[in-house]
């Protein structure tokens, strides 16, 4: 086996020191021929070990769109360090490597959360749910990135909720492409849960747009203003807080014979607001 011999060897080539601002577009494997002079015992070690020899990546050049292209020529030394003592080069068989490589890009990219969420009966969340970080970065072949405009969580389902939420949910990268990166895997998820009550106010019936001052009666003249408030804002909220207003004008462009009553003046606290009724009728008094 200590006998010396002149083959090709079908050597797998591993790309290596890729430069930050591109990315290896295509996984096929690339293989290299080397004509080589060596001993039985080494060309065993060959196909028992699956020896691969990595080549850098920043001698390539650039030839056309994502293809570059290395000279096997230029490489002769440093594939020969690699290979088994007593391996001598003879020639390289392929005179270039073709390799795909890709620009990368990066972009921001909002987090859509995907929610199902029901309160138990008298409670609401209070303002919003806030997820963070609200946006990740996602980075990778230019015509991978470009298309995805936004990354969606996975499923945050919860049932009759009546505590603060606060969860860890994964951000569901299945149909990623395997060649972008996003910067985040998972998100925070947090909400406050507090009691509401329903509250009913009687507020007086205002009427705008009303140019040539007609004397105008509405029936009714007050409306029921409903809505739900959380149980620490009750003592903040009185019937003043509130301007109720129906638009004359507006009625008689559209030959209306009623108003629309809308709510020109509110609390911030106030959720779910409802007016009863929603049509008042009115007479033009002369």
Sequence with gaps: MSKEYKTTLPLEVAIVNIPANKIL?????????????????????YKLFNKKIKINATTAKRVKN?????????????????????TEIIEILNSTIDVELGEVI??????????????EKGYKIKGEVKIDPDSVIISGPEDKVTPIQFVQTSLLKKENLYTNLSEEVSLNLKSKPKSVKVSANSIKVTAEVEKFTELVFTIPFKIINNPNQLRVETYPSKVEVVFQLELSEISKVNAGNFEVIGDLAYAQENNLSYLVPKVSKKPSAVQNIYINPQKVDFIIRK
């Design 25 to 45: 577009l295509k996984s096929e494997k690339i293989k290299l021929n080397i004509y080589v002079k060596a001993t039985g015992y080494n060309l065993i070690g």
């Design 66 to 86: 994502t293809t570059h292209q290395i000279k096997t020529s230029l490489l002769i030394d440093e594939i020969q360090q690699q290979l088994l003592i007593g």
């Design 106 to 119: 990066s972009k921001k990219v909002p987090v859509m959360l995907k929610k199902s969420i029901t309160y």
